[in-house]
């Protein structure tokens, strides 16, 4: 029900856009969240946006490069990726879930996981 989409390589200071087809999982108590693992760590939040009313979080090491957006006709989340760092390197999850507004962050809060796309920042 969840298809991420759009990872690759990419230069330090580049960018990428990544899509989440989030079939079935739009109506207004949903949220969809980006989640990442990098080699060796746990994963963690990224971003997320609510269907109903589009509030946006994000995690503090992000928050002013990417952008976390939906389409609501195509049932699509994207996060935009901007000044990419070899930090960002991971891969990327979306999930869905029905947060309350306190636990957003947590990867607990979602139930519905995407397979996963490789992201790779070079430097």
């Known amino acids: 029900q969840l298809q991420a989409s759009g990872g690759g390589l990419v230069q330090t200071g580049g960018a990428l856009k990544l899509s989440c087809a989030c079939s079935?999982?739009?109506?207004?108590?949903?949220?969809t969240a980006w989640f990442r693992r990098a080699p060796g760590k746990e994963r963690e939040f990224v971003a997320a946006?609510?269907?109903?009313?589009?509030?946006?979080y994000y995690a503090d090491a992000v928050r002013d490069r990417f952008s976390i957006a939906k389409n609501n006709a195509l049932n699509t989340v994207y996060l935009q990726m901007s000044s990419l760092k070899p930090e960002d390197t991971a891969v990327y999850y979306c999930?869905?879930?029905?947060?309350?507004?306190?636990?957003?962050?947590?990867?607990?809060?979602?139930?519905?996981w995407g397979q996963g796309t490789q992201v790779t920042v070079s430097s």
């Open positions: 079935g999982l739009t109506s207004g108590r949903y949220t």
């Open positions: 946006i609510r269907w109903s009313g589009g509030t946006t």
């Open positions: 999930a869905a879930g029905r947060p309350i507004t306190s636990s957003t962050m947590w990867r607990s809060a979602y139930s519905s």
